[in-house]
C-alpha cells in the first residue's frame, strides 16, 4: 500500500511563499499525485494534481522530481486564510491513502 | 450545485444501538468513499465503491458496513456501535472523466458512541 510522509505542521508569516514536501516512495508509476487543503469543520479539497515537473493552477504550484518519490506543494505569498491542513494523496489501486497531513499557520 | 450531502451532521447514540449515515451526491460518480477523521491519525479510508454493487473494504473497515445499491447513495451502516467509533466521517466521490483522484467530500458527519 502507498504511504505518504509529510511535515507534521508548518508555521509561515503572512506574504512568504511556503513549501510542503511529500514523500512517497511507493507510488505507482501511472498514477498522479494529488494535494488536498482541509479547513476546520471541512471535508477535504482538490488543490492541485500533477504526474511529473510542474503544474502551476491559480492556487498553488506543483514540483514533482524525475523520481517521483516526492513531491512540494508551493503556496505564493500566504495570507491567513491559507491556515490549514494539506494532505499529500497517494493511492494503491483504487485504495486512498490521505496520511496526516500538514497543519499550516500563518502568522499576522 | 454539485454536491455530496451527508445525514445526519451530528450524531450522539449509545454503545450498541444501530445506525446508517447516508451519503448522496448529484454528479453521476462512479467512485464513492467513506473516511473517518481522528486526532494525530489524519484521514483514514474505510471503504470504497466504484459503481453499483461494488464495494470494497479500505484501511479500517472494521465494525463498519457499506452497501451501494444505487449510483447516487453510498450509506454507511454502524451494525453495533462501540465508543472507539466516535469519530468525523466523511463521504466523498469522483469520477473516471475527472480523474478518480480529484475526489469531492461532503461537509463531514461527527458521530460521538457514549
Known amino acids: 500500500l502507498a504511504k505518504t510522509t509529510q511535515p507534521i505542521s508548518m508555521d509561515s508569516y503572512e506574504g512568504q511563499e511556503v513549501n510542503i514536501t511529500c514523500s512517497h516512495n511507493?507510488?505507482?508509476?501511472?498514477?498522479?499525485i494529488t494535494w488536498y487543503q482541509q479547513f476546520p469543520s471541512q471535508g477535504p479539497r482538490f488543490i492541485i494534481q500533477g504526474y511529473k515537473t510542474k503544474v502551476t493552477n491559480e492556487v498553488a504550484s506543483l514540483f514533482i522530481p524525475a523520481d517521483r518519490k516526492s513531491s512540494t506543494l508551493s503556496l505564493p505569498r500566504v495570507s491567513l486564510s491559507d491556515t490549514a491542513v494539506y494532505y499529500c494523496l497517494a493511492r494503491t489501486g483504487n485504495q486512498f491513502y490521505f496520511g496526516t497531513g500538514t497543519s499550516l499557520t500563518v502568522i499576522p | 450545485e454539485a454536491q455530496v450531502t451527508q445525514n445526519p451532521r451530528y450524531l450522539i447514540t449509545v454503545t450498541g444501538k444501530k445506525l446508517t449515515v447516508t451519503c448522496s451526491q448529484n454528479?453521476?460518480?462512479?467512485?464513492m468513499s467513506w473516511y473517518r477523521q481522528d486526532p494525530g491519525l489524519g484521514l483514514r479510508q474505510i471503504y470504497y465503491s466504484m459503481n453499483v454493487e461494488v464495494t470494497d473494504k479500505g484501511d479500517v473497515p472494521e465494525g463498519y458496513k457499506v452497501s451501494r445499491k444505487e449510483k447516487r447513495n453510498f450509506p454507511l451502516i454502524l451494525e453495533s456501535p462501540s465508543p472507539n467509533q466516535t469519530s468525523l466521517y466523511f463521504c466523498?466521490?469522483?469520477?473516471?472523466?475527472?480523474?478518480?483522484?480529484?475526489?469531492?467530500f461532503g461537509p463531514g458527519t461527527r458521530l460521538t458512541v457514549l
Open positions: 466523498a466521490s469522483s469520477s473516471r472523466t475527472s480523474g478518480w483522484d480529484e475526489q469531492f
Open positions: 454528479m453521476n460518480h462512479e467512485y
Open positions: 511507493n507510488i505507482a508509476t501511472n498514477d498522479y
